[in-house]
T-cell receptor, first 113, second 114 residues
């Protein structure tokens, strides 16, 4: 079974500092990877996705992620965070079909003014 | 239109009530999903509909009854719920194809069972 591990439940970071949110996945076959963001009392919004091709994926709001097959990682980065980036971030993986997406446990990004 | 809408936004119900949650999308997606999300947890898949037919039921108790009346609408009928069913209920939709397919989420219905 697919599993997704987000190593940090909370990440505090000062405004304008860089941030990395870590995600590792387990899979023996091709996998599709996603990062979603959830603002308080809202649904999930896709930040970016890796399907194939270039291992560096750029998303919305200045976020990017790097797919590393050898380390089975898909860490999310932003060079300079803003207060408005305070939210819960979920890494997710799907193997093959569209139906079942496995979510990680989430990382709460807290941006400190 | 890339939006999934859900009504109501908030719902408070007693354990003997019957209520329904509604979800709508006009993106032409033929897969629709119900998720349950407890506080500080990831979404948990409940049901998946593909081409208006139930394709996945993740062993959800029968007090939750999904319905997909057409390709744009998804309902979740609630009856005799328990307080532990209080959660954020998210609807999502996606295309139906192999490969990495993005799911589009609605804002959710915050359900409180008294």
């Amino acid at each position: 079974a697919q599993s997704v591990t987000q190593l940090d439940s909370q990440v505090p970071v000062f405004e304008e500092a860089p941030v990395e949110l870590r995600c590792n996945y387990s899979s023996s076959v091709s996998v599709y990877l996603f990062w979603y963001v959830q603002y308080p009392n809202q649904g999930l919004q896709l930040l970016l996705k890796y399907l194939s091709g270039s291992t560096l994926v750029k998303g919305i709001n200045g976020f990017e992620a790097e797919f590393n097959k050898s380390q089975t990682s898909f860490h999310l980065r932003k060079p300079s965070v803003h207060i408005s980036d305070t939210a819960e971030y979920f890494c997710a993986a799907a193997r093959g079909g569209y139906q079942k997406v496995t979510f990680g446990t989430g990382t709460k990004l807290q941006v400190i003014p | 239109d890339t939006e999934v809408t859900q009504t109501p936004k908030h719902l408070v119900m007693g354990m003997t009530n019957k209520k329904s949650l509604k979800c709508e999308q006009h993106m032409g997606h033929r897969a629709m999903y119900w998720y349950k999300q407890k506080a500080k947890k990831p979404p948990e898949l409940m049901f998946v509909y593909s081409y208006e037919k139930l394709s996945i039921n993740e062993s959800v108790p029968s007090r939750f009854s999904p319905e997909c009346p057409n390709s744009s609408l998804l309902n979740l009928h609630l009856h005799a719920l328990q307080p532990e069913d209080s959660a954020l209920y998210l609807c999502a939709s996606s295309q139906v194809r192999e490969g990495g397919v993005e799911q589009f989420f609605g804002p959710g219905t915050r359900l409180t069972v008294l």
